[in-house]
């Protein structure tokens, strides 16, 4: 029998990481939960990624080692018509800084452009200097494409004219 909490459905909202949508919800207590398909494909993984990390020893899952994605309850969100099982953003930025390490280009740029955006949206507060989430959205998005296009270029620049005959283009 699925378990659902029954106090209230949860919100749906669509956030984006520059170009990559991420799909979050409101939790009937106000807490923001994840849908883990959104969090794998942003960065190019396949869906039973996030449950192969929940099942690994790095540092990074390890806080989260007891945790069975498949056991958590689902919850019924508005307008949707159906149930969830959402991921809290601290499993997910786990899960994104893991795959960064291990090289995946995307998620080392989503990393890199996030903290960056923390730090600025706080500096922002400190000199009152307001500005629109389309404005953080353009920069994040600038800056997650130049980090890939340096990504690129950096694995393009390390290959030799052999590896052409072996490796497919993103592998160094």
Partial sequence: MVKTLQT???????????????????????????????????IQRPNNDLLRFLQGKSPQSLPYKNRNLLQEPMIEVEGYGGYIKPIPVELATAYWLYRAIKGNLTAQAIVQASLTESIERRADLAFNLKRTEEEYNQKFSDRLESILTYNRNEVRERRLISDDLYLPDDVN
Avoid: C, F, R
Avoid at 17 to 32: E, F, K, R, T, W
């Fill in 8 to 42: 209230k459905t949860a919100e749906k909202a669509i956030i984006y990481l520059g170009s990559i949508p991420i799909d979050v919800y409101q939790m009937p207590d106000l807490s923001y939960k994840l849908y883990s398909e959104s969090i794998t494909s942003a």
